[in-house]
C-alpha cells in the first residue's frame, strides 16, 4: 500500500442525469488488504434523489483481482435507466486522477444486469473464475466471478 496516498478532492462529480456525492473516503488498511476507497451516492440530478451507491478503490492486489475495482448497486425501482454505467462513467474521473488505466470490475455470472453494465461501458469479460476457499466472499457462500477488465484509455 502506498503510505503517502491522498485523496483528492471528488467530492462531488455531475453528470448530466446523476451526480455522485461523496458518502464517504475509507483509508486503506494493508493488514487486511484493503486498497482506499471513495464511496458515493447516486443521485438524480433533477430530484436529489438517491438511487443507489458507486464506489471505486483505489490500487492493485489480490483481493481487488476477485472483488473489483468498482462495485455499485442501484435501488430495484430505479433499475433499467443505465444509472450504474453512467455512475461507472463518472467515477472514472477519480481512477484517471490516480494514474489507473485499467479497472477490474467483478460479479457472479448470473447477475445479468450487472453484465450488461460492464458491457455498456466498455468493459471486456477476461474470464470467470472460481473464488478461493479463503476468500470472504467465498466464506459468504458466492463460488464465482466474472472478471471484466476495462481500459480507461
Not at 492486489?61 to 455499485?72: A, D, P, S, W
Not at 425501482?77 to 481512477?95: M, N
Request: charge should be neutral; charged fraction near 25%.
Amino acid at each position: 500500500m502506498n503510505v503517502n496516498f491522498k485523496f483528492l478532492d471528488f467530492d462531488l462529480i455531475s453528470g448530466k442525469e446523476i451526480t455522485l456525492y461523496i458518502h464517504r473516503k475509507i483509508p486503506g488498511d494493508e493488514a487486511k488488504g484493503f486498497v482506499p476507497a471513495y464511496k458515493y451516492n447516486i443521485v438524480l440530478t433533477s430530484s436529489n434523489e438517491i438511487v443507489g451507491k458507486i464506489d471505486v478503490r483505489i490500487g492493485n492486489n489480490e483481493n481487488l483481482y476477485y472483488g473489483g475495482h468498482i462495485g455499485y448497486s442501484i435501488i430495484e425501482k430505479f433499475r433499467g435507466k443505465h444509472y450504474a454505467a453512467k455512475a461507472c462513467l463518472l467515477i472514472k474521473q477519480v481512477a484517471l486522477a490516480h494514474f489507473m488505466e485499467n479497472l477490474i470490475i467483478t460479479c457472479n455470472p448470473d447477475n445479468i444486469p450487472s453484465r450488461k453494465t460492464c458491457e455498456y461501458i466498455g468493459a471486456k469479460l477476461n474470464d470467470i473464475v472460481d473464488l478461493p476457499p479463503d476468500n470472504d466472499m467465498y466464506l459468504e457462500g458466492e463460488r464465482q466471478k466474472c472478471i471484466y477488465e476495462w481500459s480507461l484509455f
